[in-house]
């Protein structure tokens, strides 16, 4: 991610995520995007033509401790330029307002909760509707 952010920029990596979401998406597959999906309104469209969304929802607090305690400067370039303390609830914020726009299931997993994700299929295919 960072390579490609590096040498092509974050327009670049944007399309990349795009063609990527459209490529792998399958009917009865789980796919684990990253949270910058919703920025795109041609990506939100498709997610609501093609399948449920699921936000695991986690505070600034918890997501600042993340990062922090798994610091991935090489993996994940800052979006803002601002330190994590600073970017984080800025973009979370922006985000979640995207991801409100969207028919989502909600959830907020326990930390250190061993399994919660086995529960998101039973949970999507209660919200699926037929076509």
Do not use: H
């Amino acid at each position: 991610m960072a390579e490609i952010v590096q040498a092509e920029g974050w327009a670049r990596f944007r399309e990349l995520e795009t063609l990527s979401l459209k490529a792998v998406t399958l009917p009865n597959t789980v796919i684990a995007t990253g949270g910058g999906i919703v920025l795109a309104e041609g990506n939100r469209q498709f997610m609501r033509e093609n399948g449920v969304v699921i936000y695991l929802q986690a505070s600034v607090s918890a997501l600042i401790d993340r990062l922090e305690a798994y610091p991935k400067a090489e993996q994940r370039p800052t979006l803002t330029g601002k330190p994590v303390r600073e970017e984080v609830g800025e973009v979370l914020a922006q985000r979640e307002a995207l991801y409100r726009t969207l028919p989502t299931i909600l959830w907020m997993p326990r930390p250190r909760r061993i399994g919660w994700w086995s529960r998101l299929c039973p949970c999507c295919a209660a919200r699926r509707q037929p076509r």
